[in-house]
Nanobody, 116 residues
Framework: QVQFVESGGGLVQAGGSLTLSCVVS????????IGWYRQVRENRDVVALI??????TYAVSVKGRFTISRDNAKNTVYLQMNGLKFEDTAVYYC???????????WGQGIQVTVSS
């Protein structure tokens, strides 16, 4: 059983900043990849991912504005979002992938709303 505690969402004006945090836990589990997806209507797309080695991947639309980081000691992943745009408005889901077997898990989601 994987548990997520997501925080940091809310309402912000365009150009502003928010930081999302997610504590991921699972008894005896090792997470090789953690990060964030976001969903608008029925489409859920990757935002940013970070491996346990620190390798990062970003969606083209957020590269240069968002920064993902992780604290392995705290089992926490962060998403620093700067220069927010109206189109960043979405429900953001924390994501974790176990090393073996490879399984994907999502948190319950947290709303981010950017006013134009």
């Amino acid at each position: 059983q994987v548990q997520f505690v997501e925080s940091g969402g809310g309402l912000v004006q365009a150009g502003g900043s928010l930081t999302l945090s997610c504590v991921v836990s699972g008894s005896g589990m090792t997470f090789s990849l953690i990060g964030w997806y976001r969903q608008v209507r029925e489409n859920r797309d990757v935002v940013a991912l970070i491996s346990n080695a620190g390798t990062t991947t970003y969606a083209v639309s957020v590269k240069g504005r968002f920064t993902i980081s992780r604290d392995n000691a705290k089992n926490t992943v962060y998403l620093q979002m700067n220069g927010l745009k109206f189109e960043d408005t979405a429900v953001y889901y924390c994501f974790a992938q176990t090393a073996w077997p490879v399984d994907n898990y999502w948190g319950q989601g947290i709303q981010v709303t950017v006013s134009s």
